[in-house]
């Protein structure tokens, strides 16, 4: 379905959404209901009939992420379909050995739901699970509001351009609007790449690989691994059960997520049997043997992040559009929910009806939306200088680096605040 847009002329807020994904559905989805009188389309480049739900890409939920979906009515409907995993534990360490580390085993963080008091960490979900039930909410939406609501596939958007009260929108023809949201960011390797002072760009020079792996049956249910490695960070994320290859057994899987680095690749030159072997080798002793893995697939890693989130005054950009991390931490979609929480929180303060005066509407968007930033910033810079540190010095082979990294390790695990810390922020963000 594919409708046409609402009218923007009239004095009620205008927001133009740019990509259906989860982060701008998500935003479409709760505008919709937190500004009542707004016209909001929501753009996207994919045709209408393409089937989302079968887009097998993994997206791990923080906590707080998954609240988010509880109070829009998606979780229920999502969790309903068996095709989630809850996370009730997080095992991070290192390959390297900690020289220094008085006990007989080598220091591991254990951060466990249980311990934190709450009933799971987060979850691990497909990407078209979570985004067919979205699209299906937001086409309702628009049905049951077409003088307000519209969707628009099959439209990619050119370009935006400032004027005078607003943005043009130029998809196919030129409309105005009095926002517009970038929630369409695509992967590092497929984006032109930011110039200091307008953001900032690095490339990683590693590679993920990533695919799904049949863990043994004897491995803990429900538990995230990150584990260090000198060619780079290696994580398994909890799936539901089912099989990893075609005619396999079906049992305990989790998603992979290897890096390593581009000029040292491990990885490339090996048949499937051989990756098993070098794989098992990696984690540590709790994952348990690992049993099949999947075919892998390659993406290039690096750091691509806008230094603000608002451009022109009437710009916004949000999760990936606003900035692109390595997966080390697996907080990207978590960003883009916590910026749709903060900007729809910011438009609410302000009171948008019957507001036909330019000027004085012009001047409630920037306070709404400098407000917004403001807010967000200590979050996401704080996760960029987070991500981009573990990226670059979990890889340097110095023995003495990665005596450091593991007493650093212990230290968390011994220091019951430190954890918990660790733990809020990995479900809440920075607050």
């Known amino acids: ?190 984006q032109p790449k930011l110039n200091w002072p307008e953001g900032v760009s690095r490339d990683y020079e590693q590679t993920a690989w990533v695919g799904q792996v049949l863990l043994d049956e004897h491995s803990p249910e429900g538990t995230a691994y990150e584990r260090f490695t000198p060619s780079g960070p290696a994580a398994l994320l909890p799936l539901p059960p089912g099989q990893v290859t075609p005619g396999g057994p079906i049992g305990r899987r989790a998603a992979l997520v290897w890096c390593v680095q581009q000029g040292d690749d491990p990885v490339r030159e090996l048949n499937d049997t051989q990756r098993l072997t070098l794989l098992n080798t990696l984690f540590h002793s709790d994952v348990g043997t690992i049993r099949q893995m999947s075919a892998l697939k390659a993406f290039p890693l690096g750091l691509n992040a806008h230094t603000r989130l608002v451009s022109d005054g009437v710009v916004v950009r949000i999760g990936n559009a606003a900035q692109t991390l390595h997966p080390v931490a697996g907080q990207g979609f978590n960003l883009g929910m916590r910026d749709v929480h903060e900007l729809l929180a910011a438009l609410k303060r302000e009171s948008w009806s019957n507001q036909d005066d330019a000027d004085a509407r012009r001047n409630q968007l920037q306070r709404a939306l400098g407000q917004f930033e403001r807010k967000r910033q200590p979050d996401r810079l704080a996760l960029v200088a987070a991500t981009d540190f573990l ?18 390790l212990g230290a968390i695990q011994t220091f019951s605040p430190a954890k918990h810390l660790l733990a809020h922020t990995m479900m809440f963000g920075v607050r």
């Open 1 to 190: 379905m594919t409708s046409h847009a609402p009218d923007t002329s009239s004095p009620e807020l205008s927001l133009a959404i740019i990509g259906a994904g989860p982060a701008g559905l998500s935003l479409a989805l709760q505008a919709a209901r937190a500004l009542p009188t707004a016209r909001i389309t929501v753009f996207d480049a994919r045709p209408a009939d393409k089937d989302v739900s079968t887009d097998a890409r993994t997206l791990a939920l923080s906590q707080g992420t998954v609240q988010e979906l509880h109070r829009m009515g998606i979780w229920d409907p999502i969790d309903a379909t068996g095709h989630t995993a809850p996370i009730r534990a997080v095992h991070v360490s290192q390959q390297q050995p900690t020289v220094l580390w008085p006990g007989k085993e080598q220091p591991v963080v254990r951060i466990s739901a249980a311990e934190q008091r709450v009933p799971q960490l987060g979850a691990v979900v497909s990407y078209g699970t979570l985004v067919a039930p979205l699209q299906a909410a937001w086409l309702r939406a628009v049905n049951a509001d077409e003088h307000r609501l519209a969707m628009r596939f099959s439209t990619p958007v050119r370009g935006l351009k400032p004027v005078e009260g607003g943005v043009e929108i130029d998809a196919d023809i030129a409309e105005r609007y009095d926002m517009a949201v970038v929630a369409e960011g695509g992967v590092f390797a497929d």
């Open 391 to 408: 990226a670059r010095t979990f890889t340097q082979p110095a023995p003495i680096l990665a005596t450091l990294r593991g007493l650093g």
